[in-house]
C-alpha cells in the first residue's frame, strides 16, 4: 500500500516536471526569440561569459594537447607545402591586389558592397555551443563594439559564419556548417551562382547550383555572391570545390565543397561591419 | 551544513555545466561530444531514485537550455524524463556490480540523444539525419566511459538529500 502511494506520488511529480517544461517551451517557442525568458537567457549568458572566457584560457594547453597528438607526425611535411603554398599565394596576391581594386570599382558601379572594403571588429571566440546539433559560436564582443544581428564573421582564410543573436558584450555566431545555414556563392572560374547548405560538423557543406549543366572543377574556389538582398556581402572566400560526382542518370551533380576556414579550431575572428538591406 | 544540497548542488552544476561548454566543447571525438548536462540527469536517476532523477534531470536540463540556441525547455523535457526513466530502472543499482551504472548511463545517453532529436524536430529544427546515429553512439559510448565518476558527483552533491540507498547512507528524506 506505502509502496503504491509512493510511486503515485513519484508519477505526479514526474508529470509536473514534464508539464513545466511543456509550458516553458511554448511559450519560449511562442515568443519566438524575444520575451520575457529570451531576457532571462540573455542576462544567464551575459554573466557566464566571463566565466567561460576565463576558464576556455585555463583549458587552452589541454584542448591545444588533445587536438596536437593527431598532428604531430605530419608537422615536417606539413612545413614543406605551407612553405610552396606561400610563394604561390604571394604571387597571387600581387595579381590579386590588382583585381580586387578593378573589382571594387565594378561593384560600386553597380551598388554592391565588397567585403575587401569594410570596416571589421576583432573578437575572440569564448565558447562553442555545448551541443552537438546546432554548430555556434560565442564572441566577447556585443553591440558595444558595434556588433549586430546579421553581420558576417570571417577570419584571414574566409566566411565562418554570421552574428544570430547579440547582447551588449558578446554575441552568438551561426556557423556555416550548420544545418540552418545557406550561403549564395559563385563559383570563381565559371561565375554560377549557388546555394552551400550546411551539413553539420566535419562535413564537407554541399552546394546546389542553380543550372546544373555548368562544368565544375576540383579545386575551384568559391566566394560568397553578394547578391542584392542577399545575407553576404560579395567576395568573402568560403573554400574550394573537394568533390564532384555526376550520378549516372541524374540531373543534379553533388558537389561539395571544403571550408577555407578549420572551423572546429577557431580562437580569433574578425566581424565585418555591414549588415544585410531588408 | 557543509553536507547541504543547497550549497553542494549548485557547485556541481555549475563545474559540470563549465565543463561542457568551454573544455569539452573543444575536445570532440568526430565531431560528437560527451553530454555531461544529459550525463548528470542519469547519474541523478542511478544515485537518487525517480523523483531526485526528474528534479535533477529538469535543473540540468534547464541550465543547458540557456546557453543552447534551441527553444528554452527542449533539455529540460527530455532530461527529466530520462532521469525519471533511470531512476525507475535502477532500483539499488548502487550496490550491485560496477558495470551496471556504466552501462545504464550509455543506454539512457543513447536514448536521451534520439528523444531530444525526434522532439526537436517536431519543433521545426533540422535535427536528424545520418549524423545523429554518430552523435547518438559517441554520447552513449562516452557517456558510459565517465559515469562512474559522474554517479560519485552527483552522489556526493545530493549531500544530505541522499536516498537510503546511497553510497554513504543519509537520514532518509520524506519524499
Known amino acids: 500500500m506505502a509502496v503504491y502511494r509512493r510511486s503515485r506520488r513519484n508519477r505526479f511529480f514526474l508529470v509536473l516536471l514534464a508539464l513545466t517544461s511543456v509550458t516553458v517551451l511554448t511559450l519560449d517557442f511562442r515568443d519566438g526569440g524575444d520575451g520575457a525568458l529570451e531576457a532571462v537567457r540573455q542576462t544567464a549568458r551575459d554573466a557566464f561569459a566571463p566565466v567561460q572566457s576565463a576558464a576556455d584560457t585555463v583549458f587552452s594547453p589541454v584542448t591545444g594537447f588533445f587536438s596536437s597528438i593527431g598532428d604531430f607526425g605530419n608537422l615536417r611535411k606539413e612545413n614543406a607545402q605551407l612553405r610552396r603554398e606561400l610563394e604561390a599565394a604571394r604571387a597571387d596576391a600581387i595579381r590579386g591586389a590588382d583585381a580586387d581594386r578593378e573589382r571594387q570599382g565594378l561593384l560600386q558601379l553597380q551598388g554592391l558592397d565588397y567585403a575587401g572594403g569594410l570596416d571589421s571588429v576583432p573578437a575572440r571566440v569564448i565558447s562553442t555551443a555545448p551541443t552537438n546539433f546546432q554548430l555556434t559560436i560565442t564572441i566577447d564582443r556585443g553591440t558595444d563594439a558595434r556588433l549586430d544581428v546579421g553581420m558576417p564573421v570571417v577570419t584571414a582564410a574566409g566566411l565562418v559564419g554570421r552574428v544570430t543573436e547579440v547582447s551588449r558584450i558578446r554575441s552568438t555566431v551561426l556557423l556555416i556548417t550548420d544545418p540552418q545555414s545557406n550561403v549564395g556563392v559563385r563559383l570563381a572560374n565559371s561565375g554560377e551562382q549557388g546555394v552551400v547548405r550546411g551539413a553539420g560538423n566535419h562535413n564537407l557543406l554541399p552546394l546546389d547550383l542553380i543550372t546544373t549543366e555548368v562544368p565544375v572543377e576540383v579545386g575551384e574556389p568559391v566566394v560568397t555572391s553578394g547578391l542584392e538582398r542577399g545575407l553576404f556581402p560579395a567576395q568573402i572566400p568560403l573554400g574550394r570545390v573537394r568533390n564532384v560526382v555526376a550520378a549516372p542518370g541524374a540531373l543534379q551533380k553533388d558537389i561539395l565543397i571544403e571550408p577555407g576556414v578549420d572551423l572546429t579550431r577557431l580562437e580569433f575572428v574578425r566581424v565585418l561591419l555591414w549588415t544585410p538591406t531588408r | ?175
Do not use: C
Open chain 2, 1 to 175: 551544513m557543509r553536507n547541504d544540497p543547497r550549497f553542494r548542488l549548485p557547485i556541481m552544476f555549475v563545474a559540470v555545466l563549465l565543463l561542457q561548454t568551454t573544455l569539452l566543447a573543444r575536445m570532440r571525438l568526430f565531431g560528437v561530444m560527451p553530454d555531461l548536462m544529459l550525463l548528470v540527469a542519469v547519474a541523478g536517476g542511478i544515485t537518487g531514485g525517480p523523483t531526485r532523477g526528474a528534479a535533477i534531470g529538469f535543473a540540468s536540463g534547464m541550465i543547458i537550455d540557456l546557453f543552447l540556441p534551441t527553444p528554452l525547455g527542449l533539455s529540460a523535457l527530455v532530461f527529466t524524463l530520462v532521469g525519471y526513466g533511470v531512476g525507475v530502472a535502477n532500483t539499488g543499482v548502487l550496490r550491485s556490480a560496477w558495470y551496471i551504472p556504466v552501462l545504464t548511463a550509455g543506454a539512457a545517453s543513447v536514448a536521451g540523444v534520439t528523444l531530444y532529436a525526434l522532439i526537436g524536430s517536431v519543433l521545426g529544427e533540422r535535427m536528424i539525419d545520418g549524423h545523429l546515429v554518430t552523435i547518438a553512439l559517441v554520447v552513449g559510448l562516452s557517456n558510459a566511459v565517465l559515469a562512474p565518476v559522474a554517479v560519485k558527483f552527483v552522489d556526493w552533491s545530493l549531500g544530505s538529500m541522499r536516498s537510503s540507498r546511497s553510497l554513504t547512507s543519509g537520514p532518509r528524506l520524506p519524499v
